[in-house]
C-alpha cells in the first residue's frame, strides 16, 4: 500500500500509522500517529508526553510461519492504545492478523509492548482452520476471528478474518455446513480484549 502524507507534518506515512480524524470546520484529516498524538496531549493537557515508537517484530505462528508486525501507539486521554498490524500482502484486503492492547497512561509503553506481544504469542499459537483438500474447514468447535467489510454491496456484508485470513462470507457459511443441526453462540469482544 502507498504511503499517505500527514496533513499536518506532512510526513509520508504507512497506512497503517496514519489516523483519520474529523475537524471542527467538517473534513477528515489524515494525521500520522505521531501529531495526532501531539494534538491529544495538548488537549488533555498531558505535559511530557513522548510518542513510544517500536520497531517491527516477527512472531511465528502454531506451524513455526513468521509474522511480520507493525506497531502502532495513539494516546486515548488517560489510556494508551498499542495495536500491532500484521504487514505484507494482506493489508490490501482488510486480512492479517491485527491486536490492541489498552493500557494506563502512566505505564512503562515498554511493559505494554511486552504485554502485546505476550497476547499476540497466545493468539497465534491457536489454529482455528484447517486446510483439507484445498478447501478450509473449522479445525475444532471454537472459532475465533475479526469482523471486516466485506468490501462489496456497499460494505454492508462482512468478512471475517481467522488465522489472519480473510474468508469471505458465503465461505464461511459453507465452512458452518459442517455442524448443520449443531447449535452455535456468538460473543462480540471488543477488539483491545481476548476472544
Ligand atoms: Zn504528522
Not at 81 to 100: I, K, N, Y
Amino acid at each position: 500500500m502507498t504511503d499517505i502524507t500527514c496533513d499536518r507534518c506532512g510526513a509520508l506515512t504507512p497506512p497503517h500509522d496514519v489516523v483519520s480524524v474529523a475537524s471542527s470546520d467538517g473534513p477528515f484529516r489524515l494525521l500520522c500517529s505521531r501529531c495526532f498524538n501531539t494534538g491529544m496531549a495538548h488537549l488533555a493537557e498531558i505535559r511530557a508526553f513522548d510518542h513510544p515508537q517500536f520497531t517491527p517484530m516477527r512472531l511465528a505462528d502454531a506451524d513455526g510461519v513468521a509474522h511480520e508486525f507493525h506497531f502502532r501507539s495513539l494516546l486515548f486521554g488517560d489510556q494508551l492504545s498499542l495495536e500491532a498490524f500484521e504487514s505484507g500482502t494482506h493489508e490490501e484486503d482488510c486480512a492479517g492478523f491485527r491486536f490492541q492492547l489498552l493500557g494506563d497512561l502512566q505505564s512503562d509503553p515498554f511493559e505494554l509492548l511486552g504485554e502485546l506481544v505476550q497476547k499476540i504469542k497466545r493468539c497465534l499459537a491457536v489454529r482455528h482452520m484447517v486446510e483439507r483438500s484445498g478447501r478450509l474447514e473449522v479445525a475444532g468447535t471454537t472459532v475465533r476471528g475479526r469482523i471486516e467489510s466485506g468490501g462489496n454491496d456497499d460494505g454492508r456484508m462482512p468478512c471475517v478474518v481467522i488465522d489472519g485470513r480473510r474468508v469471505d462470507w458465503t465461505d464461511f457459511g459453507r465452512m458452518l455446513m459442517a455442524f448443520e443441526g449443531w447449535q452455535f453462540r456468538i460473543e462480540l469482544v471488543d477488539p483491545s480484549d481476548e476472544a
